[in-house]
């Protein structure tokens, strides 16, 4: 009932403000606007809650007093087109492979690892969020689903400021979390520090029923979380003189979480009486990783050159403690099994590019650039079985993984503008070198891979002014997913007595083909249709192995795609702002099951539907209400049926201290409805999955900034390509 009044009021709204006439309310904002290649609108007072471009959607967080007590992770919940699934997949448009890039830079981390480590960063800290659905050939060709680029707060100015922010947030257990920042500029240095923390305890209700041919199995768990948390980043620059400047950037990330699960599992047979198994399973995690940066820039009147130098190191660790207890139907124990997992996994990632631009007076523009990329990921998984009271190891299941990736990448890109036509079209090859190694506890080579491939990815993108407020565009692109370090491990891990994950070796990329055609009204209001084809689709399946299930990633099949996106900014009065975005899609998949024995072809397709409304009332004396909500509606996807996920958010703020600090209150999620339901049904597995997590809460934040705010802000000084707004920039 609490969905359907959600659904109510999300629909109810979004048609009464659309019913409006857009054009006329538009037409009352005469804010001045900023047009360059990308047609994004700027705001010079008021920073928008979205801006669109004809490739990207740049969602402020600080536009919404709601999220500043959030992470980066739950932060993109509220993001429109974006939605986080049950397993902490980002997804983009209904689609999963999202590439996650931090100021610009990828992240290389997927599924729980890239959940834990967004989760160090506060939302405080974030400047804008881009959501890149096409693009263009400077970027990585990684991710089927576009790309979404988190960026930093540097504010750096010429002069000193400094900001402190705090939160506390109570659902039905505390969490609490802060961040400070401070940049400087004084003769041709610029200094920027920022940092944050997070600390709490969540409750997740992980529910699952599955039906096989001899029994039905209940299981009734709690996962208990208690984490803590920092980041921290700090950057330099010098300027060697008028057209060079030389930086270095540093960060840290911590996330401890102490997981301590428990489940019941009752076992009903036809005739035979009930039986049970209680498990118990604690599992200390920790995540760190460390970056560093040094980078160069040359600007001279039309051409640039800027060259970046990276390393990073991911470690994380996990010792995962099992204990099951199998009952009669009186509740005695008949039969106790205890295991031990130990899990390390380390990621050293070396990598440098150089990119050149180059503008000529007859307007045509020239960017070419080069990377090389070198990974080196280790993992080893322990693991050992009590036997009379005895840990013994155990040599079936122990695995030491290496995994060693080289990419080299070469592109070009070109672009010129007339009158009313702008054309922009490049080149990416990539180069793949794959080398793997899998040994036992014995040092016994279980697996080996040597392989490495070629690709090319073309873009095109065209833009045509039909007049000063109609513009249309075209745009086609290619893309890949290359398997993740942890994906591609062979090795198998216990998740409690009846559920396991495996990796696969012998994961394939997947490839993605996209055309998209939009129209824009006065570069505010968007209408935009594409069409993508994704082959060797990667897909985590799951199945049935007697009592087990096991999940398992695969090049499962190919899917195609149509997503229809219209996004509308509003203004019904002056003191009211609404923006509307609504994507209803439509998707296909062939899918293959061919693992455990089980053999299935099966054909899906259906509609879904994401859709985010944001109202915000600026009112007398320094107040502001706003009010939000998202519902995502996916529906069928390769062997899984999800049920609708929604929220409505609400919060007040008040600015006090001459502008200099922010009192917020906020509601999120007030009618409890971030839930995930899923069901699984083959000829080979029944299941039903659900997921609750604390997701109404209760926050009070508070925000302070000193220091010189009114100073030209030279942010982005550095970092060049300003002709092309809103491209995501290399420092």
């Avoid at 216990?494 to 490839?511: I, R, S």
Wanted: glycine share 6%; net charge positive.
């Amino acid at each position: 009932m609490k969905l359907l009044s959600l659904i109510f009021f999300f629909f109810s709204l979004s048609t009464s403000l659309v019913a409006q006439s857009p054009a006329a309310a538009i037409a009352k904002d005469t804010l001045p606007t900023k047009t360059l290649s990308g047609v994004v609108v700027r705001v010079p007072s008021k920073q928008p809650l979205v801006e669109m471009a004809v490739d990207r959607l740049i969602f402020h967080p600080d536009a919404l007093p709601s999220t500043a007590a959030l992470d980066a992770f739950e932060a993109l919940r509220q993001v429109p087109g974006v939605v986080i699934d049950g397993a902490d997949n980002i997804q983009i448009g209904g689609k999963t492979g999202v590439t996650v890039l931090i100021d610009g830079r990828n992240l290389e981390l997927t599924g729980q690892d890239l959940a834990q480590f967004l989760k160090t960063i506060g939302a405080a800290n974030i400047r804008a969020i881009e959501v890149i659905t096409s693009p263009p050939a400077k970027f990585d060709a990684a991710g089927n689903a576009g790309i979404i680029n988190i960026k930093l707060k540097r504010g750096l100015t010429l002069g000193s400021n400094a900001a402190l922010s705090m939160a506390y947030v109570q659902s039905k257990h505390a969490r609490q979390n802060g961040s400070g920042s401070f940049n400087a500029q004084r003769k041709g240095w610029t200094y920027a520090f920022n940092s944050g923390f997070t600390n709490g305890l969540q409750h997740t209700v992980a529910n699952n029923e599955r039906n096989t041919a001899r029994e039905q199995i209940i299981q009734r768990s709690i996962e208990r979380d208690r984490f803590r948390g920092y980041n921290i980043r700090g950057g330099v620059d010098v300027a060697l003189n008028k057209k060079s400047v030389l930086g270095a950037i540093g960060m840290s990330n911590y996330k401890y979480t102490n997981l301590d699960n428990s489940s019941t599992s009752l076992l009903y047979k036809p005739g035979k009486a009930d039986t049970s198994v209680i498990t118990r399973s604690t599992a200390p995690f920790s995540m760190r990783r460390n970056s560093i940066n040094l980078n160069y820039a040359y600007r001279h009147i039309n051409q640039e050159l800027s060259m970046d130098a990276d390393y990073a190191i991911y470690q994380s660790g996990i010792i995962n403690q099992l204990a099951n207890s199998f009952r009669n139907s009186s509740l005695s124990a008949y039969t106790e099994a205890e295991s031990l997992n130990k899990v390390s996994v380390r990621i050293c990632l070396a990598s440098f590019k150089a990119d050149y631009n180059r503008q000529w007076k007859n307007g045509w523009k020239l960017k070419a650039g080069l990377k090389t990329l070198q990974s080196v990921a280790v993992n080893e998984l322990a693991t050992k079985n009590k036997s009379g009271g005895e840990w013994l190891p155990d040599s079936a299941t122990t695995n030491h993984y290496t995994f060693r990736e080289r990419i080299h990448a070469l592109y070009v890109n070109g672009s010129q503008r007339w009158k009313k036509l702008s054309l922009q079209g490049g080149l990416r090859a990539e180069w793949t070198r794959v080398n793997s190694r899998s040994a036992d506890l014995t040092h016994t080579l279980l697996l080996h891979s040597d392989t490495g491939y070629l690709n090319l990815f073309p873009t095109l993108f065209f833009q045509y002014r039909l007049s000063a407020i109609h513009t249309l565009g075209l745009s086609f692109g290619r893309r890949v997913d290359r398997p993740s370090y942890q994906d591609q491990n062979p090795f198998v891990y216990a998740l409690d007595a009846f559920n396991t994950q495996q990796g696969n070796p012998y994961l394939q990329p997947q490839f993605s083909n996209s055309m998209e055609l939009s129209y824009g009204y006065k570069s505010k209001a968007f209408l935009k249709i594409r069409y993508s084809v994704t082959t060797n689709l990667f897909e985590e399946l799951t199945y049935q192995d007697g009592r087990r299930t096991i999940a398992i990633p695969q090049n499962a099949g190919d899917r195609q795609m149509i997503n229809f996106i219209v996004s509308v900014p509003l203004k019904p009065a002056q003191w009211w702002n609404v923006y509307c975005n609504v994507e209803p899609y439509y998707h296909a998949y062939n899918i293959m099951l061919s693992s455990l024995g089980a053999q299935q072809v099966l054909q899906r397709n259906s509609w879904g539907f994401n859709g985010y409304v944001s109202n915000s009332f600026s009112m007398k004396h320094n107040w502001k209400l706003e009010c939000s909500s998202w519902f995502n509606f996916q529906n069928k996807a390769t062997i899984y049926t999800s049920k609708p996920l929604g929220s409505m958010n609400v919060a007040v703020q008040k600015t006090v201290w001459k502008d200099r600090a922010q009192l917020r209150m906020s509601i999120t999620d007030i009618f409890n409805t971030q839930k995930w339901e899923q069901t699984a049904v083959t000829d080979n597995i029944n299941l039903h999955t659900y997921r609750k997590w604390e997701s109404q809460n209760l926050t009070l934040g508070f925000t302070w900034r000193w220091g010189n705010n009114k100073l030209k802000n030279n942010a982005d000084r550095r970092l060049g390509n300003e002709e092309e707004i809103n491209r995501i920039k290399l420092r």
